[in-house]
Every structure is written in structure tokens, then in C-alpha cells.
């Protein structure tokens, strides 16, 4: 079975600091996603890496910036958290192989709290 | 632009019924997926069922089924036999063919569902 797992299902910071957010699958998957939750908006895409070292912006990138170094890793960072980005984040992982339609698995996500 | 709508905020349905959640797309690519995910209240992402643009016959899954209707732009989740641990929050999502948007999901703001004995 995949695994997707995310460093922390509740966090809560303070505005202004640098936060990380963590995100590991054990499949080898090439494909990797950052979404946000919030209520009434459904999920949007924050970025994605399509493999190693490589990334694209999603819908709503601003304020975060992404690291892809390893694989089965994919962090996502607030440079300085506001009270805006208190949120529920997703992270999802996908094989490449067989085009469109494959499903994405996801992690059980992390509620953070930005005071 | 790509674009999922799932019009009804919230549904209730009594235990051992069918309930159909409505979803309609748009999109101008003509290979497409389509997906429906379960969030119970746990927060995880539960993946459903897929239907494909070229698939000819629609999507099946134990209760869960997919009513497409490619001409109306719709892929409908039909859920038979109600249970209680249906109650989750329920989205619908899209990927189209395009290298960059191919690869991530496009979601609608979700459905609610509650079922009740």
C-alpha cells in the first residue's frame, strides 16, 4: 500500500515565523502536490514537483516556496507565516507511469494554526 | 479554463437509501479523468472511483458508481444503499491532458453528507 505521511497533524505558530512542513512516500512516486483546505473552497493546488529538484507553481503559490532534494520527500515553507495561511494542508503523491489516470494518494494532513 | 462545480453544499439521505452528489465539469481537452474522493471527518483523502472521457460505460465500484454524461459535462456519484459511515464530506476533481495541468487535480468546493438512521 502507499504511504504518504506528514510530519505533523496539528501545528501552531506565530506570525512572522519560518515554518516547514514536511511530506514523505514510500512508492517512489515522481509526482508530488501541496494543497490547501478551507472551508467552502475545496482543495487548491499550492505547488507541485513532477521529479526530483523540479517544481511548478500552482494556483496559489504566493507565500510558500517548495524543496524537492530526495524523491520520496517534498517540503513545503512559509518564508513568514501570516494568520491568512492558517489552513488544512494536503500533501498528495502520484506514479507517472500510465498518464492521467492515475489517482493520487494523499496524506492524512496538517491542521496548521498561524496566531 | 478547467473547472469543477458541485452545486449542493450539503445533502442528507436516511440510512439504506441512494443518494446521487451531483458534479459537472469544463474543459476544453478531450482526454480527461475524473475522480471522486471521501474526506471523513478524520481529514484524510479517500479515493473512490475514476472515470476516463473515452471510457464507454460507466464507472462501478461496490455502492458507488459514477453516472457519466459526457454530452451534459456531468460525472454524478450515485451512492446505493446508504450507510453510516458514508457521512463525510465528498469532492469531485478533474485531470485533463495538458503536460502541466495534467498532472495535478483540479477540485470542486465538496459536498457534505450526512446519513441517518
Known amino acids: 500500500d502507499v504511504k504518504v505521511t506528514q510530519s505533523s497533524r496539528y501545528l501552531v505558530k506565530r506570525t512572522g515565523e519560518k515554518v516547514f512542513l514536511e511530506c514523505v512516500q514510500d512508492m517512489d512516486h515522481e509526482n508530488m502536490f501541496w494543497y490547501r483546505q478551507d472551508p467552502g473552497l475545496g482543495l487548491r493546488l499550492i505547488y507541485f514537483?513532477?521529479?526530483?529538484?523540479?517544481?511548478e507553481k500552482g494556483d496559489i503559490p504566493e507565500g510558500y516556496s517548495v524543496s524537492r532534494e530526495k524523491k520520496e520527500r517534498f517540503s513545503l515553507i512559509l518564508e513568514s507565516a501570516s494568520t491568512n495561511q492558517t489552513s488544512m494542508y494536503l500533501c498528495?503523491?502520484?506514479?507517472?507511469?500510465?498518464?492521467?489516470?492515475?489517482?493520487?494518494?494523499f496524506g492524512p494532513g496538517t491542521r496548521l494554526t498561524v496566531l | 479554463a478547467q473547472k469543477i462545480t458541485q452545486t449542493q453544499p450539503g445533502m442528507f439521505v436516511q440510512e439504506k437509501e441512494a443518494v446521487t452528489l451531483d458534479c459537472t465539469y469544463d474543459?476544453?481537452?478531450?482526454?480527461?479523468?475524473l475522480f471522486w474522493y471521501k474526506q471523513p471527518s478524520s481529514g484524510e483523502m479517500i479515493f473512490l472511483i475514476y472515470q476516463g472521457s473515452y471510457d464507454e460505460q460507466n464507472a462501478t465500484e461496490g455502492r458507488y458508481s459514477l453516472n457519466f454524461q459526457k454530452a451534459r459535462k456531468s460525472a454524478n456519484l450515485v451512492i446505493s444503499a446508504s450507510q453510516l459511515g458514508d457521512s463525510a464530506m465528498y469532492f469531485c476533481?478533474?485531470?485533463?491532458?495538458?503536460?502541466?495541468?495534467?498532472?495535478?487535480?483540479?477540485f470542486g468546493k465538496g459536498t457534505t453528507l450526512s446519513v441517518s438512521s
Open positions: 514537483s513532477y521529479d526530483v529538484k523540479m517544481k
Open positions: 476533481a478533474m485531470r485533463a491532458s495538458g503536460w502541466q495541468a495534467g498532472t495535478a487535480l483540479i
Open positions: 474543459t476544453s481537452d478531450q482526454s480527461y479523468g
Open positions: 498528495a503523491s502520484r506514479l507517472l507511469a500510465g498518464g492521467i489516470y492515475n489517482e493520487q494518494f
